[in-house]
């Protein structure tokens, strides 16, 4: 299976599958929902506005984000060749946020030469994001100039957001010794690094089979079929140098519960993607409530709105009907 074939079977899983993969009932969606705690700590990943955060003026979309509740942005976008952010430079950008009362403790960034675009989903290099042993070096050194930026702008963490497309077992050990080693550079810039998975991750490694197998509600696979890659990764980098972003859409879409994850891998997740099929709350499929107690629970503070469909022009609309759903749940820190 390819990439764009495997990303297209991911997004036809269906609702059933979502559902049934939440512990517990899920809290009844949200309606008519009324601001009623506008301090509470919570953030935005910034790919989520597309081009709508730099329409007109980026200084006055900022402010807007601050006045719907939002504290912290995570950015996406940073271009090494060019040391900006969405075409903004860097500095500016971060003075820009700053001034609008918002912080920014992390980044998300592909490995320079590895991947490019937006979220990173076509290959700079014609290898459709083909990952293996003999790039480990290359990729991680190609790191040092971002974490030498990032550290000048006080940025805690940048993410890797993406995998490459890994054939078998080796391909995944390698990547994740490319993470390891990627991680000892940000950590010596004083700049955690992390991984940001999708669905892809929680697929199995099939002996004898090129490729990677993602369960599906019909087809489920367990840990007789092979190791899961998600398990490989964490298993395979230091909690020093690597830590993970858990994405709660992506983590249901691979058939998985975040809650789970959040007790099983405590000490290796540090951030969150707070994704819905579209707002957050809408669908009734997300149990937010037990995913955020223990994510609380774990120690974690740091939180990401996320919403697909970026040019779909509604998404700075979209963002504020979140964020009405975030603050008027009670068990929102
Ligand atoms: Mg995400």
Request: one cysteine or more.
């Amino acid at each position: 299976m390819d990439r764009r074939n495997f990303l297209k079977g991911a997004s036809m899983l269906s609702l059933g599958a979502l559902a049934a993969c939440n512990n517990e009932k899920a809290a009844a969606p949200a309606v008519n929902v009324e601001v009623n705690n506008p301090d509470k700590y919570f953030g935005l990943q910034i790919y989520t506005l597309g081009n709508e955060l730099y329409a007109g003026n980026l200084s006055d979309n900022l402010k807007k984000l601050r006045n719907m509740g939002i504290k912290y942005i995570e950015l996406a976008g940073y271009d090494v060749n060019t040391n900006t952010v969405g075409g903004v430079d860097f500095t500016e950008f971060k003075k820009q946020a700053n001034d609008a009362g918002l912080e920014i403790p992390s980044s998300h960034v592909n490995a320079p030469g590895l991947f490019s675009g937006v979220a990173g989903r076509e290959s700079r290099d014609g290898s459709d994001g083909q990952f293996n042993r003999s790039m480990i070096n290359k990729v991680a050194d190609s790191f040092k100039k971002v974490a030498e930026d990032h550290a000048k702008q006080g940025i805690q963490y940048v993410v890797h957001p993406m995998m490459a497309y890994l054939n078998n077992e080796d391909d995944v050990k390698a990547f994740a010794e490319m993470l390891n080693k990627s991680g000892e550079i940000f950590k010596a810039a004083g700049i955690q690094f992390g991984y940001h998975h999708h669905n892809m991750e929680f697929a199995r490694m099939v002996k004898g089979v090129a490729g990677f197998r993602l369960p599906t509600v019909l087809t489920p696979l367990t840990a007789a079929d092979g190791p899961m890659i998600m398990d490989m990764l964490m298993d395979n980098t230091d909690p020093a140098n690597v830590c993970y972003e858990m994405d709660t859409y992506w983590t249901v879409m691979g058939q998985q519960d975040p809650v789970v994850w959040l007790k099983n891998r405590a000490s290796r997740i540090k951030l969150m993607h707070v994704k819905d099929f579209v707002v957050l709350g809408a669908s009734g499929a997300m149990n937010f409530k037990n995913i955020f107690e223990q994510f609380y629970a774990n120690g974690n503070k740091y939180l990401f709105v996320e919403i697909e469909d970026i040019d779909s022009g509604k998404q700075m609309a979209r963002v504020e009907e979140s964020m009405k759903f975030i603050n008027s749940q009670p068990y929102v820190k």
